[in-house]
C-alpha cells in the first residue's frame, strides 16, 4: 500500500479524497496507477497532509527525507497520528 493508498482510504475513496484537496478524482486515480502513487509536487502534498494527515514524508521521501519535512511546526509533534475526519454522512 502506497501512502497515497493510505490518503485513499483515510478520505473515504478518491471521490472525498478529490473534494478535499480539489482535485479531479481521475488526477488521483492517474497518481495512484499511472505514477505508482507518486504524488506531484508541492501544493498537492501539503494539501493532501491537511486532508488526511498523511505526511509529506509518507507521500514523496525523495522531497522530504526526514519525517517532519514540509510539515508546519505546530503539528510536528503530531505526526504519527492521523486526524480524525468528519465525513459528510457522519452526524
Known amino acids: 500500500m502506497t501512502a497515497l493508498d493510505k490518503a485513499i482510504k483515510i478520505a473515504g475513496g ?3 479524497l478529490g473534494r478535499a484537496i480539489g482535485a479531479w478524482p481521475s488526477q488521483i486515480h492517474k497518481w ?3 505514477y505508482n502513487g507518486r504524488v506531484p509536487t508541492g501544493e498537492r502534498v501539503r494539501q493532501i497532509y491537511i ?8 507521500l514523496r521521501p525523495d522531497l522530504y527525507p ?6 508546519p511546526d505546530g503539528d510536528k509533534a503530531n505526526t504519527s497520528n492521523t486526524p480524525e475526519l468528519i ?4 452526524a
Do not use: F, W, Y
Open 14 to 16: 478518491i471521490r472525498p
Open 32 to 34: 495512484a496507477n499511472e
Open 51 to 58: 486532508a488526511t494527515g498523511v505526511t509529506p514524508h509518507e
Open 87 to 90: 465525513h459528510e454522512n457522519q
Open 66 to 71: 526526514n519525517p517532519t519535512d514540509g510539515v
